[in-house]
């Protein structure tokens, strides 16, 4: 499959336990915020996003963290699985007036069985 | 719903040669953005398409150009093709309006040789 990045940080987690993703943004403007799902060979998959007058969002087994003072986004995985290996993006979006969104690095997450 | 679909996804060219790549976004969806992915620079914002018009654009250089259908369908495409342009594009569709959520396809693999 595709390298999406060759030095990652990674992640690693025994299944069933909680995963914390960790992403530090850069644009104290930006006012909307996805966290994106990528495995080998896929185009981004998105899993939950959040808007910048909240403070905290939950999906089905996901739950987002935003803390604007310190521009940091967070994504928990409760009860890891195998099937949520994969790259985690955070991607932030600077204006309503664009579309563009300015992605993260990566984290990769390795779910140990 | 289908999802977004692009074509081709593997494509093999080399130096000086131009290509063109599809996209085909969610039914419904009026605009199409556009992405480049590679292991050193990550995802990086080319440009979006709405109502057949270029409304952002990333920081390309002229080679990389797209254009919209009437249909929604985008075109995007890369004339004289440098080795540096191997990557993963990616195209992403929304609804365009301001709550939207860009979702993605598969990505064409493009190697440049």
């Known amino acids: 499959g595709e390298s999406v990045g060759l030095h990652l940080p990674t992640l690693s987690v025994q299944e069933g336990d909680n995963s914390i993703i960790n992403c530090a943004y850069s644009n104290s403007a930006s006012d909307y915020f996805i966290w994106y799902k990528q495995e080998s060979g896929k185009g981004p998959q998105f899993i939950i996003d959040?808007?910048?007058?909240?403070d905290k969002r939950q999906g089905q087994r996901v739950t987002v963290l935003l803390n604007k003072t310190v521009k940091h986004l967070s994504l928990q995985i409760a009860a890891t699985q195998p099937g949520d290996s994969a790259v985690y993006f955070c991607a932030e979006r600077a204006d309503t007036g664009r579309r563009a969104l300015t992605f993260g690095s990566g984290t990769r997450l390795q779910v140990q069985p | 719903k289908a999802g977004v679909t692009q074509t081709p996804r593997y494509l093999i060219k080399t130096r000086g040669q131009q290509v063109t790549l599809s996209c085909s976004p969610i039914s419904g969806h009026r605009s199409v953005s556009w992405y480049q992915q590679t292991p050193g620079q990550g995802l990086q914002f080319l440009f979006e398409?709405?109502?057949?018009?270029?409304?952002n654009k990333g920081n390309f250089p002229g080679r990389f150009s797209g254009r919209q259908f009437s249909n929604s369908r985008s075109e995007m495409n890369v004339s004289t093709l440098e080795l540096g342009d191997s990557a993963l594009y990616l195209c992403?569709?929304?609804?365009?309006?301001?709550?939207?959520?860009?979702?993605f396809g598969p990505g064409t693999r493009l190697t440049v040789l």
């Open positions: 992403a569709s929304s609804s365009g309006t301001v709550t939207d959520t860009q979702y």
């Open positions: 959040i808007r910048s007058n909240m």
């Open positions: 398409y709405f109502s057949e018009t270029q409304r």
